[in-house]
Nanobody
Framework: EVQLVESGGGLVQPGGSLRLSCAASGFTFSRYAIMWVRQAPGKGLEWVSISKIRSGDGSRTYADSVKGRFFISRDNAQNTLYLQMSSLKPEDTAVYYC?????????????WGQGTQVIVSS
């Protein structure tokens, strides 16, 4: 059974940092692209970042709204995806989900975690 469990969310002041984790199980983690998606209160889903299985810089991409502030990484030995978030803004407030895609370079998700809440507020 595929499982994705996010953690690391919480309340942080503007300008602060948080690191989200996504622990995966039930599939061969190192063979699939994994992404972060968020949903702000009252809004739709927004893609944040993706870690694909390919060499070179193209293995990580980011939404313009988080580029330069967020960094996605993965530990294939620990089956875990991370999202390091820095210089957080109130508009980053959202539930953050990790999602498994259908292949190493895919962008469409087939499994989702339950989400972790991030609140950026003073």
């Amino acid at each position: 059974e595929v499982q994705l469990v996010e953690s690391g969310g919480g309340l942080v002041q503007p300008g602060g940092s948080l690191r989200l984790s996504c622990a995966a199980s039930g599939f061969t983690f190192s063979r699939y692209a994994i992404m972060w998606v968020r949903q702000a209160p009252g809004k739709g889903l927004e893609w944040v970042s993706i870690s694909k299985i390919r060499s070179g810089d193209g293995s990580r991409t980011y939404a313009d709204s988080v580029k330069g502030r967020f960094f996605i990484s993965r530990d294939n030995a620990q089956n875990t995806l991370y999202l390091q978030m820095s210089s957080l803004k109130p508009e980053d407030t959202a539930v953050y989900y990790c999602a498994k895609t259908r292949c190493a370079g895919c962008h469409n998700a087939d499994y989702w975690g339950q989400g972790t809440q991030v609140i950026v507020s003073s």
